[in-house]
T-cell receptor
Framework: DVKVTQSSRYLVKRTGEKVFLECVQD?????MFWYRQDPGLGLRLIYF???????EKGDIPEGYSVSREKKERFSLILESASTNQTSMYLC???????????FGSGTQLSVL | KQEVTQIPAALSVPEGENLVLNCSFT??????LQWFRQDPGKGLTSLLL?????REQTSGRLNASLDKSSGRSTLYIAASQPGDSATYLC??????????FGKGTRLSVIA
């Protein structure tokens, strides 16, 4: 089965730090996504990518950027972390043939 | 823009009950629909993928149906168990377009 690996389960950072969240998938999928999940707000799309070096803004891209240098890796970058970016971050990879989405285990980020 | 609604937002049932979770979506021009389960503090696990040609999909005690014309899907859980306690989310798919999720139904099964 598809494996989507997020590098950290829990992360604690300080305000103003630059934060990198890494995501790797092992099934050669073109499409990858970053969501954040907050109580009462559900999953919100931050950025997505349809191929290497391609990126598209989602619904809430402000304060974030992404990098897709290799097909298997999609990184989310918080340029200058703020307390309102404390959240659960979820990476997903999409199998186009069956239109099936696979998630990583999530990274709970706390910005102090 | 696609909007997905899940009702109820929370549900508490005694062990052994059969239950139905509902998912509705505004844009019926979808291809498939996927149901997920999420345990607290964890990522989402895919439960069932219903392709529009199938209209229904079963896995063990779970059965999901899809009615595109009415913009609805249901997830039926038979003989519920405490281990079924989790949040269940649905997301319709449409080609390469990013999935839009409902806010989920938080299920508690009481022993």
């Amino acid at each position: 089965d598809v494996k989507v690996t997020q590098s950290s389960r829990y992360l604690v950072k300080r305000t103003g730090e630059k934060v990198f969240l890494e995501c790797v998938q092992d099934m050669d999928h073109e499409n990858m996504f970053w969501y954040r999940q907050d109580p009462g707000l559900g999953l919100r799309l931050i950025y997505f990518s349809y191929d290497v070096k391609m990126k598209e803004k989602g619904d809430i891209p402000e304060g974030y950027s992404v990098s897709r240098e290799k097909k298997e890796r999609f990184s989310l970058i918080l340029e200058s972390a703020s307390t309102n970016q404390t959240s659960m971050y979820l990476c997903a990879s999409f199998e186009r043939t069956n239109e099936k989405l696979f998630f990583g285990s999530g990274t709970q980020l706390s910005v102090l | 823009k696609q909007e997905v609604t899940q009702i109820p937002a929370a549900l508490s049932v005694p062990e052994g009950e059969n239950l139905v979770l509902n998912c509705s979506f505004t844009d019926s021009a979808i291809y498939n629909l996927q149901w997920f389960r999420q345990d607290p503090g964890k990522g989402l696990t895919s439960l069932l993928l219903i392709q529009s040609s199938q209209r229904e999909q079963t896995s063990g005690r779970l059965n999901a149906s899809l009615d595109k014309s009415s913009g609805r899907s249901t997830l039926y859980i038979a003989a519920s168990q405490p281990g079924d306690s989790a949040t269940y989310l649905c997301a319709p798919t449409r080609g390469n377009t990013p999935l839009v999720f409902g806010k989920g139904t938080r299920l508690s099964v009481i022993a």
